[in-house]
């Protein structure tokens, strides 16, 4: 999964990378537009999550197990994935789901939309995998708001797949399985490495200082 395009701090348009959505085997540097001196919101004191919109995504591909039950699936698929997105997030800040009738006081509010699910191809995969034959696709369009100031401080898209996976599949891809939950997890994760400013905490030392 990769980050596509990117606003932050709710100044300007957003800024599209050049990337094919649908190949994503060379990724170049995300541009994105700013504002306050390019510093971003950072430390939450909670996050909230809304489960995100699917309503007007495009769904298709070995998503369900019959086409009767898609509209099914189709309707669980937010309320997975939001509580997959919590465990990542719970990471940075104490992190929530919301009912319906519910609105945050404070923090941040995790919200968005998919705009499309492709399970591909098990078939594919299994004979010409390695090519990107069958593989899945999935994408969303995610906004962070910061409920204290009342603006969109991060709005980016998310996009990726299994890609050039085979029959065996990996720990991040199915294989001949169902791709879809694999891809929600994969995007999850994404969105956490994306808002978290050091997620692998790179640098830390257990020492009181260098000599």
């Known amino acids: 999964m990769y980050v596509t395009s990117a606003t932050v701090n709710g100044g300007g348009a957003a800024s599209t990378a050049p990337i094919d959505p649908k190949d994503l085997s060379a990724v170049e540097g995300v541009r994105m537009v700013t504002n306050n001196c390019g510093v971003g919101a950072a430390n939450p004191k909670a996050i909230y999550i809304r489960p995100f919109c699917i309503d007007q995504a495009t769904v298709q591909g070995d998503f369900a197990h019959s086409e009767g039950e898609v509209p099914i699936r189709k309707?669980?698929?937010?309320?997975?994935?939001?509580?997959?997105?919590?465990?990542?997030?719970?990471k940075i800040a104490p992190t929530r789901i919301l009912?319906?009738?519910e609105t945050p006081?404070?923090?941040?509010?995790?919200?968005?939309d998919f705009t499309m699910v492709d399970g591909g191809s098990p078939a594919g995969r299994f004979f010409l995998g390695t090519?990107?034959?069958?593989?899945?696709?999935?994408?969303?369009?995610?906004?962070?708001?910061d409920v204290d100031a009342g603006v969109v401080?991060?709005?980016?898209?998310?996009?990726?797949?299994?890609?050039?996976?085979?029959?065996?599949?990996?720990?991040?891809?199915?294989?001949?399985?169902k791709a879809t939950p694999f891809d929600l997890v994969n995007a999850a994760e994404r969105i956490y490495l994306t808002l978290d400013p050091n997620p692998h905490r790179y640098g830390e030392r257990g020492d009181l200082a260098l000599r």
Do not use: C, N
């Open 99 to 101: 009912e319906e009738d």
């Open 75 to 90: 309707a669980l698929t937010p309320h997975s994935f939001a509580s997959t997105l919590k465990q990542q997030l719970g």
């Open 105 to 112: 006081r404070t923090g941040w509010l995790v919200e968005g």
């Open 153 to 177: 401080v991060y709005e980016f898209d998310v996009a990726g797949g299994s890609r050039l996976q085979g029959r065996h599949g990996t720990i991040r891809a199915s294989g001949l399985g």
């Open 131 to 145: 090519v990107g034959v069958g593989r899945s696709y999935l994408a969303m369009r995610v906004r962070v708001t």
